[in-house]
Structures are given as C-alpha cells and as structure tokens.
C-alpha cells in the first residue's frame, strides 16, 4: 500500500497549482481521502475530504473554510489518483500538503487527521513573490 502526494512548487500569490495523491496496492476510490497542510510552525491542518465512491449517491466533499471556493477535488479512477486542484492561492497557503486513506470509514469522510489510517509522503507547495 502506498500514497505519493506530488505536484508541489513555488507559485506565485493568485497562481494555482494541481497537486495528485497516486495510490498503488489499493484503490483509491474505494475508500474516504482526505488532504492535509502543515505550514512551519503550525499544527496540521485538514484542508478537504472525500468520501469513498459509490454508484449509488454523489461524493461527499468537505472543505476548510480557508479554501472554500479555490479548490477543488477530482479523481481519474484510470490513474488510480485523485487531484486538488488549487486557485487563487496565497501565502497563507504556504505549507507541506499530504494526501491520507480512511480504510474504515463507510460513508462521508473527516477532516481529523487522527481518523486516517495510511498516510503519504508530503509535497511542499510555497506562495511567494
């Protein structure tokens, strides 16, 4: 089982950046996601979830106010990845960004990092002119 987080860099404020979580060993869409960030100095932060798929009703997504409205989620169940997709973005951005699994969780998902079961490497995104 492995997530790889990826697609960080240096943007510039109000640039955008698309960050993937790859799974591989498992499938990704059958199971909650969440995002996290954790800026230096800063405790760790739950930016948005997803629940796992299911024909029978549409994904549940949660964001965190502070990126409500500049990002959004997406999957290519093909690739076995799910995007977030980051706009607008400013300093306050500025921190490692993780992808994690919620094996247990049936339906919906948590925005507590405590509540996911495997965890990725991180990949640093840094807004700044």
């Known amino acids: 089982v492995q997530l790889q987080a990826s697609g960080g860099g240096l943007v510039q404020p109000g640039g955008s950046l698309r960050l993937s979580c790859a799974g591989s060993?498992?499938?990704?869409?059958?199971?909650?996601i969440g995002w996290f960030r954790q800026a230096p100095g800063k405790e760790r932060e739950g930016v948005l979830c997803i629940s796992r798929s299911d024909d029978r009703s549409n994904d549940y997504i949660y964001y965190a106010d502070s990126v409500k409205g500049r990002f959004t989620v997406s999957r290519s169940n093909a690739k076995n990845t799910l995007y977030l997709q980051m706009n607008n973005l400013n300093p306050a951005d500025t921190a490692v960004y993780y992808c994690?699994?919620?094996?247990?969780?049936?339906?919906?998902?948590?925005?507590?990092?405590?509540?996911?079961?495997?965890w990725g490497q991180g990949t640093e995104v840094t807004v700044s002119s």
């Open positions: 994690a699994a919620d094996f247990s969780r049936e339906s919906g998902c948590s925005a507590l990092g405590s509540d996911y079961d495997y």
């Open positions: 060993g498992f499938t990704l869409a059958y199971y909650a």
